[in-house]
């Protein structure tokens, strides 16, 4: 098990089976609380799911390259497996990804693997990252409660860098709403939260390298900025409280029950108004007679 401190060397496998002394909180624990409900919260948890299997599940493309592209870009992280095979339709591919999983590799189909490649080769030069310590493990603790996080790029200044792969857009114009449905702010509030604990002062800032998966490989370098990461840390804190709770009465509650009533979001309803009155301004102007008899 161990002690509060910041290790630069510890293996993935060792951080996501949890080395803490009690069952910890990390980040993507915390953002399945504030989406979803402790009961999810507690079966993704690899201490506190008898059942629970590290890195299982179908075979997902977007992750296996996500994943190999932080090997490769990073140099540290899950080791990698190219795997020979089209798919995973046949015995022999499914156990040889089983085989990989138990080692504690990440397979890659070979098709995905020049992907990967071809990302890479075009990325690393425009990537330009400052001097730092890559895939570093933050595990702290406050009042008997247990926290971790990885993080994937620390530089001396202060700038911590974490990198996503996606199949998605990452126009400037998209990353809000990316960040919104991701929960960027709060992986940094949470990160910030431990170095804040285990490190020197330092005015620390976020910034998120996103990396779009298909050709031409575009990427777009995003700083949370004080708005979104203070909303961040309200929505850690959210978490700590609900965790604190489920931790100290072994209750793991789902949704809340009964009948909910339902509204759409602000936006859905603006969207219609705005529909509305630019309908009227096209009905009056077509049926206008002043300016059909200028015509």
Known sequence: MCRPDIYLDMPAKTYFADPCHRPSLSQSIAKVLIERSPAH???????????????????????????????YLLERGKDVAELGYDDFRTKAAREARDECRA??????????????????E???PRLHLPAGDAEVVLIWEENGMWFRSMV????????????????????????????????????????????????????????????????????????IGPGALELGRRKVNWAVDIWRECVRHDRWPGYPPGVHTVE??????????????????????????????AG
Do not use: C
């Not at 059942?51 to 932080?70: F, L, M, Q, T």
């Not at 080692?103 to 890479?120: F, I, S, T």
């Open 103 to 120: 080692r504690g590799e990440v397979p890659v189909l070979e098709k995905h693997m020049d992907q990967v490649r071809q990302l890479v």
């Open 41 to 71: 919260a507690r079966l993704a948890h690899p201490r506190l799911n008898p059942d629970y299997v590290w890195d299982e599940g179908d075979y997902d493309k977007r992750k296996a390259i996500g994943d190999a592209v932080h090997k």
């Open 152 to 223: 994937d790029w620390i530089s001396p200044d202060g700038t911590v860098f974490d990198i996503k792969t996606t199949g998605r857009s990452i126009a400037p114009h998209n990353i809000p709403a990316i960040m919104d449905n991701d929960g960027w702010h709060v992986q940094a509030a949470f990160i910030e939260r431990g170095l804040l604990k285990l490190a020197a002062p330092h005015k620390w800032r976020f910034r998120f390298i996103a990396i779009e998966q298909d050709p031409p490989f575009e990427i777009t370098i995003n700083e």
């Open 122 to 124: 075009s990325v690393k």
């Open 264 to 293: 759409l979001p602000g936006w859905s309803e603006q969207r219609w108004l705005d529909r509305e009155v630019a309908s009227e301004v096209r009905r009056t102007e077509t049926f206008n007679p002043n300016i059909l008899m």
